[in-house]
């Protein structure tokens, strides 16, 4: 069974770090480019970034540049977001996701399936 | 940025109706396309891919139309699983997916 498990998420202050993972199971991790998406309390969802199969690629949304890092260590079949800078706006449920598809050299057509349960990430003081 | 709009915001529908949502996006997206379905407390489910194509598992109820801007989703005769959150989602515009801001299918 294809299976995702985030962890890391919780409460954090305003400027502050938290750094959450996602273990994927039942695939072959290496194979995947791979998601955040994220959700505030009650609105829509919001892809936040992903990652190429080998971490040679990485795109982030506007609203994270310069404050999210997204990584990989296929070894480990996981998926790590670093979210620094923290932000008020930036309290959501953090879900990673897997992306199926297909590449050409130059890009990709992509949609998710399927997602983890998600960690909620509260910022406020 | 390409901009999903859905429409309605809110459905609200008896068991056994046929209903349609709809998604348009600001520019033509061919038919790169998903549905997914999203219950309280639970993480999004792939429905559709491909503007018309049923994932895995998906019940035949549950079919997707369209390609350019203009999608469907149509459900033929709502069950009570069925009440839920849904969103479309265009994948055309790489790398920077956007989601539609979901219509909420209510008894």
């Known amino acids: 069974e294809v299976q995702l498990v985030e962890s890391g998420g919780g409460l954090v202050q305003p400027g502050g770090s938290l750094r959450l993972s996602c273990a994927a199971s039942?695939?072959?991790?290496?194979?995947?480019?791979m998601s955040w998406v994220r959700q505030a309390p009650g609105k829509g969802l919001e892809w936040v970034a992903n990652?190429?199969?080998?971490?040679?690629?990485?795109y982030y949304v506007d609203s994270v540049k310069g404050r999210f890092t997204i990584s990989r260590d296929n070894a480990k079949n996981s998926l790590y977001l670093q979210m620094n800078s923290l932000r008020a706006e930036d309290t959501a449920v953090f879900y990673c996701?897997?992306?199926?598809?297909?590449?050409?050299?130059?890009?990709?057509?992509?949609?998710?399936?399927?997602w983890g349960q998600g960690t909620l990430v509260t910022v406020s003081s | 940025e390409i901009v999903m709009t859905q429409s309605p915001a809110t459905l609200s529908v008896s068991p056994g109706e046929r209903v349609a949502l709809s998604c348009r996006a600001s520019?033509?997206?061919?038919?790169?396309l998903a549905w997914y379905q999203q219950k309280p407390g639970q993480a999004p489910r792939l429905l559709i891919y491909?503007?018309?194509t049923r994932a895995t598992g998906i019940p035949a109820r549950f079919s997707g139309s369209g390609s350019g801007t203009a999608f469907t989703l149509t459900i033929s005769s709502l069950q009570s699983e069925d009440f839920a959150v849904y969103y479309c989602?265009?994948?055309?515009?790489?790398?920077?997916?956007?989601f539609g801001q979901g219509t909420k299918v209510e008894i």
């Open positions: 996701a897997r992306e199926v598809g297909y590449c050409s050299s130059s890009s990709c057509s992509n949609w998710f399936d399927p």
């Open positions: 039942g695939f072959t991790f290496s194979r995947h480019w």
């Open positions: 990652i190429k199969e080998d971490g040679s690629e990485k």
């Open positions: 520019q033509s997206l061919s038919s790169n």
């Open positions: 491909a503007a018309s």
């Open positions: 989602q265009q994948y055309n515009n790489w790398p920077l997916w956007t």
